[in-house]
């Protein structure tokens, strides 16, 4: 599958890469200087890419938790070893976030290019999926961090997170508390962004299909004119003589 899709998007965008900037709007905060085609390539890229950064932190965090299972406490050295994938796991959380709302804008810049008939070959409720996907995303993760007494905005952003995780690393149960919530919201990570993957390789592999063929049928039209062209310029060229 990974090698059919490889072909296919190389195939497109070679076949786009001369064409003027394809018309409809652009996911400026995402793309911002990108063709559709490119951007429809590019979300898959990414999303491929964050599933296996969220596989390697799990694996990190859940290394640490391994360690900790048969202490009284939670070391300093240890629970300080968190601060980067911890870091690295919000930043993962927030560009599955930003990347699920730019593939939910996709189909409409889809359809502003080719027609409202190309609304057919999306999966059914492709954008209600992607929305419901953020929604639980979010839903799972404030679950979690309710549980062990934090809350969303502590983790907004790195600087945010570095002051919660120097804050709770002041007790023994607040480490631990901080291990385990991470280690949770890992797994949950893998999951999710497996499932985001799924839904937008699905999505954007039809897209990508399409503007494929679209592609193939304009160029053999343009052959066949330049073809066309050529014999009457021919037949000219004979009655002259």
Not at 56 to 81: F, G, H, K, R
Not at 182 to 203: D, F, H, K, W, Y
Request: hydrophobic share 40%.
């Amino acid at each position: 599958m990974r090698i059919r899709f490889s072909v296919l998007a190389l195939t497109v965008l070679t076949a786009t890469a001369s064409a003027p900037a394809l018309a409809g709007g652009v996911i400026a905060s995402e793309y911002p200087l990108s063709s559709l085609p490119e951007q429809i390539v590019e979300e898959i890229t990414s999303v491929s890419k964050l599933a296996k950064q969220a596989q390697q932190l799990e694996e990190q965090i859940q290394s640490v938790e391994n360690q900790a299972q048969n202490m009284v406490s939670l070391p300093m050295n240890l629970y300080q070893s968190l601060t980067s994938p911890i870091g690295k796991l919000i930043s993962v959380v927030n560009q599955a976030q930003g990347l699920s709302y730019a593939a939910q804008n996709i189909p409409a810049e889809f359809q502003a290019e080719y027609g409202q008939g190309v609304s057919s070959l999306m999966p059914n409720g492709y954008s209600a999926s992607l929305a419901q996907w953020s929604q639980d995303e979010q839903n799972q993760v404030q679950d979690v961090l309710q549980d062990y007494h934090m809350t969303e905005s502590n983790f907004a952003s790195t600087q945010a997170t570095l002051q919660q995780l120097e804050s709770a690393g002041q007790s023994a149960s607040g480490r631990k508390a901080v291990l385990d919530a991470a280690n949770q919201i890992a797994g949950l990570q893998v999951e999710q962004i497996q499932s985001l993957q799924s839904t937008i390789m699905q999505g954007n592999s039809a897209m990508l299909k399409y503007i494929q063929n679209r592609n193939i049928e304009t160029n053999q039209k343009q052959q066949s004119i330049k073809g066309w062209l050529n014999g009457a310029g021919n037949d000219a060229d004979q009655d002259l003589m």
